[in-house]
């Protein structure tokens, strides 16, 4: 079974201002992981993902994520943040086992809140 | 080159009827996936499938909720006899092959409201 945590449900940042998403994980197995975006009203956007190679993984508008399995974690993070960020963030899990669903598990999402 | 499809985009339906939504995977792509997103709350799986073959439906309510996606035309979720606690967004995913790790794209959902 594998589970997603993401620690924040809202986070609130001043625009321009970096901003880190935590996500961490619970596999038994090796993972694939991803961030997905979903702006108001609207479906889910893949931002970035993990699935094997190097730990940092860069994805569209200027986001960036690192893989750290003694963690257990799959932090995003942005430099500087602009009012069109605002948005919900989910980390998700595969688990590779191929089996079941091979979909994804989802955390409860991270809300992120640009403030001008 | 169309996305996943999804429609109605917003659904009102009284308590008792039925909700039929309805999904059209990316061209190309043989597997659909359900998630269902309650408010506040993130993206549960609900079923997986592949041309005329339910291959999960661990997430799945065990009453008035099924599944299709037949040989011709979209996938379906039918809900019947719907209650208050059925209003939720639905969303519908594919991807070309089942291999864990390909990306699954997403629809932009279908709004049920149930009054």
């Known amino acids: 079974a594998q589970s997603v945590t993401q620690l924040d449900s809202q986070v609130p940042v001043f625009e321009e201002a970096p901003v880190e998403l935590r996500c961490n994980y619970s596999s038994s197995v090796s993972v694939y992981l991803f961030w997905y975006v979903q702006y108001p009203n609207q479906g889910l956007q893949l931002l970035l993902k993990y699935l094997s190679g190097s730990t940092l993984v860069k994805g569209i508008n200027g986001f960036e994520a690192e893989f750290n399995k003694s963690q257990t974690s799959f932090h995003l993070r942005k430099p500087s943040v602009h009012i069109s960020d605002t948005a919900e963030y989910f980390c998700?899990?595969?688990?590779?086992?191929?089996?079941?669903?091979?979909?994804?598990?989802f955390g409860k999402g991270t809300h992120l809140i640009i403030q001008p | 080159n169309a996305g996943v499809m999804q429609n109605p985009r917003h659904l009102v339906r009284r308590r008792g009827q039925e909700a039929r939504l309805r999904c059209s995977p990316m061209k190309g792509h043989s597997h659909v996936y359900w998630y269902r997103q309650l408010p506040e709350e993130g993206l549960k799986f609900m079923v997986y499938?592949?041309?005329?073959?339910?291959?999960?439906e661990s997430g799945m309510p065990k009453e008035r909720f099924s599944a299709e996606f037949p040989k011709e035309g979209p996938s379906i979720l039918r809900i019947q006899q719907v209650v208050r606690g059925d209003s939720a967004a639905y969303f519908c995913?594919?991807?070309?092959?089942?291999?864990?790790?390909?990306?699954?794209?997403f629809g932009e959902g279908s709004w049920l409201t149930v009054v």
């Open positions: 998700a899990v595969s688990d590779g086992s191929g089996g079941g669903a091979d979909g994804l598990t």
């Open positions: 499938l592949q041309k005329e073959n339910i291959i999960d």
């Open positions: 995913a594919s991807s070309p092959r089942q291999r864990s790790g390909n990306t699954i794209y």
